[in-house]
């Protein structure tokens, strides 16, 4: 069963975890094209996505917009695998609208990211935009980047389909 679990700032192999996860291009979801820091994490909501005793990545949330009423997640891998990543976008999910009560969520993807962009196909969530070059991978080469959300009553729909 995937869990996601509270990063805390006292446990140093979590924390070497998420650098970890942070700094490998190879596996990042989810992107946000600003520089992640450790110092950063304090800030944001970040958890550790497992299942069984196995870590596979995180999830983090930021760009927290009360006013809008909106949230921004990333999912980063280490341990690339379809399952996880379709139920950590989901569980994610859970968390913003049903837990966070935010009323939307906003999702960027990669577009070297073949597997997320056909799990989110599949669920059937709304492509937003492109940001066309949005991001410099790894210093060499740009990457376009694609902007999914996901409403509220959307989660519902999908949720009740899954169910």
């Known amino acids: ?27 990042i979801t989810f992107i946000n094209p600003r520089n992640r820091i450790l110092s950063n994490y304090k800030n944001e909501h970040v958890y550790i996505i497992e299942v069984g005793n196995e870590k596979y990545g995180i999830v983090e949330f930021h760009d927290w917009d009360k006013i809008n009423n909106n949230v921004s997640v990333n999912i980063f891998m280490l341990k690339p695998a379809s399952f996880v990543g379709g139920k950590a976008l989901l569980e994610s999910a859970y968390l913003a609208i049903e837990i966070f009560k935010f009323h939307k969520i906003l999702i960027k993807v990669l577009d070297t990211n073949k ?7 599949k669920l059937n969530i709304k492509r937003e935009g492109i940001i066309k070059n ?15 959300g996901l409403l509220e009553n959307e989660y519902y729909e999908i949720k009740e389909k899954l169910v």
């Open 1 to 27: 069963m995937l869990y996601l679990r509270k990063l805390k700032k006292e446990d140093k192999e979590d924390i070497e975890f998420y650098i970890n996860c942070i700094k490998d291009d190879r596996y």
């Open 115 to 121: 597997k997320m962009l056909q799990i989110l196909k």
């Open 134 to 148: 949005g991001i410099l991978l790894g210093g060499r080469k740009f990457c376009n980047v694609h902007i999914f």
